[in-house]
């Protein structure tokens, strides 16, 4: 059975940082690409980052780009997303989603970790 658990989330001021990370088991976990999107209240779950199998190619939605980075560790079978000079417009349901291609029907999806940014 496949599992996705999400930590570190939180409340934080704007401008602060977090780390989030999510371990991963019941996967072959270095098969899979991994990747992080986000829920606020009232809107789509949309894209945020997400990561190859090798950790060579990453790739980041427009409104996160320079400011959060995703990264992995295979050995610890764990996916980061660490979130810097964070704005009040990042909160949200953040997810973590594993999958052998795009992030579809076919993907898993962890419960998610709430991320509060103040202002």
């Known amino acids: 059975q496949v599992r996705l658990v999400e930590s570190g989330g939180g409340l934080v001021q704007a401008g602060g940082s977090l780390r989030l990370s999510c371990a991963a088991s019941g996967l072959t976990f270095s098969s899979f690409a991994m990747g992080w999107f986000r829920q606020a209240p009232g809107k789509e779950r949309e894209f945020v980052a997400r990561i190859n199998w090798t950790g060579g190619n990453t790739d980041y939605a427009d409104s996160v780009k320079g400011r959060f980075t995703i990264s992995r560790d295979n050995a610890k079978n764990t996916v980061y997303l660490q979130m810097d000079s964070l704005k009040p417009e990042d909160t949200a349901v953040y997810y973590c989603?594993?999958?052998?291609?795009?992030?579809?029907?076919?993907?898993?999806w962890g419960q998610g970790t709430q991320v509060t940014v103040s202002s």
């Open positions: 989603a594993a999958a052998r291609s795009a992030f579809g029907a076919n993907a898993y």
